[in-house]
């Protein structure tokens, strides 16, 4: 973990500041691709903006829901500025929700949208996984694997490594200017990142160690996970079959 980068008297939050980078670097590599989605750049920009702050208000909220003894022992956590505080799933669904409505508002078609997107995604992605491992959010179970790391008191699963190196995985895959992703359907791009991470995540959630658990101690990540990869699949069939669908 290095939570804190102390530079003389001023003391800087390394997950944040890695979460900021990644911010800039993925938005500057989506600004660079969304004119060839048919996006101006500056309205990615302010699609970006508006589904950031929702994105981070939503994250937090989630976590009250998903975590009320904290915050309600310390009331002013809900501001803090510690990214560990955040729901990765509970921002995600806020900010689409919040794009969703911003691109329409500027007809925007919503799966070219999506796909301009997908690079901020990917990077941003890829952001959470440093972050995390700065901060020791995320951490995995107790393990006696070799590659073991000392944290919260016990040998853990480095869980946080395996979430970036999943990460930057998928965002090799799915770079933006490789040939593939720029003659599919619309739409494919994106539900493509999305059940690539989704499947990650699946998969992942088994080493975390702070997993919230449902009846049947079922995963509730896992449960979300499964939903927006069986969301994915199925919309990339109905994309990909859509000129067969409309003429039956």
Excluded: C
Aim: proline share 5%; net charge positive.
């Amino acid at each position: 973990m290095f939570p804190i980068l102390q530079v003389g008297p001023l003391a800087i939050q390394v997950p944040g500041l890695i979460l900021l980078i990644g911010i800039w670097l993925g938005l500057s590599l989506a600004e660079k691709t969304a004119p060839q989605r048919g996006i101006p750049s500056n309205t990615l920009y302010n699609l970006v903006f508006f589904g950031l702050i929702a994105g981070i208000i939503g994250a937090r909220l989630s976590y009250v829901i998903r975590y009320p003894n904290i915050f309600i022992d310390n009331p002013a956590s809900i501001i803090s500025l510690n990214p560990g505080l955040l729901d990765l799933w509970g921002g995600a669904v806020t900010a689409f929700i919040v794009i969703l409505i911003y691109a329409q508002r500027k007809k925007l078609a919503v799966w070219q949208t999506l796909d301009a997107l997908t690079p901020f995604l990917g990077v941003m992605a890829l952001a959470i996984g440093l972050a995390h491992a700065a901060s020791g959010a995320a951490f995995g179970f107790e393990t006696d694997l070799p590659w073991a790391i000392e944290l919260w008191g016990a040998q853990r699963h480095p869980s946080q490594i395996y979430e970036t190196l999943a990460a930057v995985i998928i965002l090799i895959i799915m770079w933006p200017k490789r040939s593939i992703w720029k003659t599919t359907e619309p739409g494919i791009y994106f539900l493509t990142f999305f059940a690539f991470s989704a499947a990650a995540h699946l998969f992942l959630e088994a080493f975390r160690g702070d997993s919230v658990l449902l009846l049947g101690g079922f995963r509730s990540a896992q449960v979300i996970a499964w939903a927006a990869l069986a969301f994915s699949i199925w919309g990339i069939y109905r994309l990909q079959n859509k000129d067969r669908t409309a003429s039956g």
